[in-house]
């Protein structure tokens, strides 16, 4: 129940709230589950709030397990007190445990321990009491040849080494160390000598320092990657003068030799022992506070990009632009199925031109195309200026994000899917599935590869991939998965599912064909009923035998819907479809123990709109015609763009030049903004002015300042192209340069 308290406490909840979430997780409860459907339990938590209280716990537990090792540790050496005991209990955190752990810590020999084997701790326990005006006689009675202190001078700096690390290992000490480290220290970047031509991608770190408490994420990641890569010495600097005080007023009690020896060995304990200890510790803190908003920063965006707007259902031509190469042409049906490929040649020369009209035309015609989507990368503005040109009739077309579509045309996903074609043929079948269900196809790709990242390959992996599956598993529950057409790779993203059971669930599905019901999930080899309670809510399955189970009610209040008809003698499907029956619905009586308003209301919703897709109406965008490169770009020019990334530092515009702009923080509004999330959001249409072009650099400046208001949309258009490919990776410095530029 402790944990429950310091939970509730931390997070304003109550211990009730907390103990029902961890009860529910320990039971193998998913979060998106226990945020739909067991809102009476929790008293309607959300998932932010479940997964705070889930990743709390298990660093207390963490912590717990570290005490019982330490706890065992010092019992085993016979030093363990019960005062030491409770000192143990009462940590906090894993560093003052540690720091209590410290001094019983086994370690390596070290000079002390060389001192206290030659038996010189009892000299160093009388340096400490600085009692004694008869230092060197109490010295030289410590000078033992046997024992390899051959003079008085020798058992001194012996005695001195032992306070040295005493010093070092003081918690009190290394607490009052950390806290001025973290509170006065300052960041000092400096460029390795001989290296200032081949690092200039670091050149705003050649001679950097910065508070600490002050350094945002993006530049503490730069100048780290900068030191790793070794174009950098990246240092942590603080006045002694803030710190060596504070040590003698703990250690100096007097005046006299023993004091000035006392004295001596605080000096060398600080910058030998306690200085590199304390800074390893308050870099490390530093780079997970770095990590921790970064990891933020890229779950924000991936979230926004899996909850882009999708096209829906249509017929579609999709093309991965080229040059030499050509243009891979793509003809996918009304379900994403591959019809027909081929390449076309609209940029080498005439007879190519007339070809590739032609070509395009036929397919069109043929297959009765609705909508074409050209991959944003090399040669899209071309493309999509050579397909604009052919003057086509009720033909949406639409410039795609392709970032990551080459990481999946290489994939094994991607083999299995289309064995018998080659990385070019499914790279163009990724561009138009994209704009159909962006959701359906990013979560066939890394995430880190899809281009919204700040320094996501330099921080801590394991918890961003913990980020990442959580941000993919709430967009894919919170938009639903249709069963009988849901990839095995989305399917592994259903709550209670996973990989496994997503295979299992498409194997039964090519063997005995679509599931007619929910119901027919429990056939599916090792899929028990935690796993169907887990996911059944989160799977639709459309002109199913129930009305519901297209819906997100869960099949365990089925009882309860077909109640509520009964009661008003319909049939469940015509709640569905008669609005004045469900307002006849009086929800108290429905009320039990289990089920309250929150369960009932959502119901109710449901019923009004069985598996409304939560997604944005999408809504076709255009970039300025022959503004195709950075040389068409003049300063004061105001042109429509789409938001591709942000970071802490501003937000990346792709204005349709193949690199994008960057709309520093302090240009985002007329307002103070502390967070580019307040004003932008990814794949967002907003109208900028360009205040500089560096085309040496391949550098844009925009500003929102003059030109706020967003395009209309009809809600939010989130599916929208990105030129820079090479944020499909990892922008890295080019991010933090960037910043340093324009802040």
């Avoid at 752990?101 to 009892?122: F, H, I, N």
């Avoid at 100048?223 to 703990?250: A, N, Q, W």
Wanted: glycine share 6%; charged share 30%; proline share 4%.
């Amino acid at each position: 129940m402790l944990h429950e308290i310091t939970i509730s406490k931390e997070l304003a909840l109550t211990t009730k709230q907390v103990s029902i979430t961890i009860g529910l997780l320990d039971e193998g409860a998913t979060v998106p589950f226990i945020s739909r459907y067991r809102k009476e339990l929790t008293g309607s938590l959300d998932e932010v709030q479940i997964m705070s209280v889930r990743d709390r716990v298990q660093q207390l537990r963490e912590l717990d397990k570290r005490k019982d090792a330490v706890l065992r540790s010092i019992m085993d050496q016979g030093k363990l007190t019960s005062e030491l005991e409770k000192q143990i209990e009462a940590a906090e955190t894993m560093s003052e445990l540690e720091d209590i752990y410290l001094p019983y810590k086994p370690k390596r020999k070290t000079r002390a321990s060389v001192a206290r084997e030659k038996g010189l701790q009892p000299l160093a326990d009388v340096l400490l009491e600085q009692k004694s005006n008869e230092l060197e006689d109490h010295a030289i009675s410590f000078v033992d040849a046997e024992k390899g202190v051959s003079s008085a001078e020798e058992a001194l700096a012996g005695a001195r080494d032992i306070i040295a690390e005493i010093i070092a290992e003081d918690a009190d000490i290394r607490a009052r160390m950390r806290k001025i480290f973290l509170e006065k220290g300052t960041f000092v970047s400096r460029v390795v000598p001989g290296k200032e031509e081949s690092a200039l991608k670091y050149k705003d770190y050649y001679e950097w320092s910065e508070l600490l408490k002050d350094a945002p994420s993006h530049r503490v990641l730069a100048m780290r990657r900068g030191e790793k890569e070794e174009y950098l010495y990246f240092d942590i600097e603080v006045s002694e003068e803030l710190t060596l005080p504070i040590i003698d007023d703990f250690y100096i009690k007097g005046n006299n030799e023993a004091a000035k020896q006392v004295r001596l060995a605080i000096l060398d304990g600080y910058k030998r022992l306690l200085r590199p200890s304390i800074e390893t510790e308050v870099r490390v803190l530093t780079r997970q506070k770095a990590d921790q908003e970064a990891i933020k920063v890229f779950t924000d965006n991936v979230r926004q990009l899996l909850l882009a707007a999708p096209l829906g259902q249509r017929r579609l031509l999709a093309i991965d632009p080229g040059f030499r190469t050509g243009c891979k042409t793509v003809v996918l049906d009304a379900q994403g199925n591959l019809l027909e490929n081929t390449t076309i040649f609209p940029h080498t020369g005439s007879g190519g031109l007339m070809e590739a009209e032609k070509t395009v035309k036929h397919l069109i015609s043929k297959y009765d195309i609705e909508a074409i989507a050209v991959g944003n990368g090399t040669a899209g503005r071309e493309t999509e200026d050579f397909i604009r040109k052919l003057g086509l009739q009720n033909v949406m077309l639409v410039m795609v994000n392709e970032s990551g579509a080459s990481i999946y045309s290489a994939s094994e996903t991607a083999r299995e899917e289309f064995p018998d074609y080659d990385i070019t043929v499914r790279g163009a079948v990724s561009i138009g599935r994209r704009l159909m269900d962006p959701l359906a196809e990013l979560v066939k790709i890394d995430p880190k590869s899809i281009g919204v990242g700040q320094y996501q390959h330099d921080v801590d992996q394991n918890k961003l991939q913990t980020a990442l599956d959580d941000t993919v598993m709430s967009c894919v529950n919170a938009v639903g998965v249709e069963l009988n057409t849901a990839s095995k790779e989305i399917l592994s993203y259903v709550s209670g599912l996973g990989p496994s059971l997503a295979q299992q669930i498409v194997n039964y599905r090519k063997e005995n064909g679509p599931f007619s019901s929910r119901r027919d999930l429990k056939k599916v080899p090792r899929l028990g009923d935690k796993a169907f309670e887990q996911a059944a809510g989160f799977l639709r399955i459309r002109n199913a035998s129930h009305p519901l189970d297209g819906s997100a009610v869960h099949p365990e209040r089925y009882a309860l819907v077909e109640q509520m008809a009964k009661d008003l003698d319909v049939e469940v499907s015509d709640l569905i479809r008669n609005e004045k029956m469900r307002k006849q619905i009086n929800l108290k009586p429905y009320i039990t123990d289990e089920v309250g308003l929150p369960t009932l209301n959502d119901i109710l919703m449901e019923l009004a709109k069985p598996g409304l897709d939560p997604r944005e109406q999408f809504e076709a965008f255009s970039f300025t015609d022959g503004v195709n490169s950075i040389a068409d770009l003049r300063t004061g020019m105001k042109l429509p763009g789409i938001v591709t990334n942000i970071t802490n530092f501003g937000a990346f515009v792709d204005i349709g030049v193949h690199q994008d702009g960057l709309v520093h923080l302090s240009q985002l509004s007329n307002r103070f903004v502390s967070d580019p999330h307040e004003i932008v959001k990814v794949q967002q249409h907003v109208m900028v002015t360009v205040t500089e072009v560096d085309a040496k650099r391949s550098r844009i400046g925009l500003s929102m300042k003059t030109a706020e208001k967003v395009l209309p949309q009809k809600r939010n258009q989130n599916l929208s192209p990105i030129s820079d490919k090479t944020q499909g990776t990892d922008m890295g410095a080019k991010l933090a340069a960037l910043a340093s530029k324009f802040k």
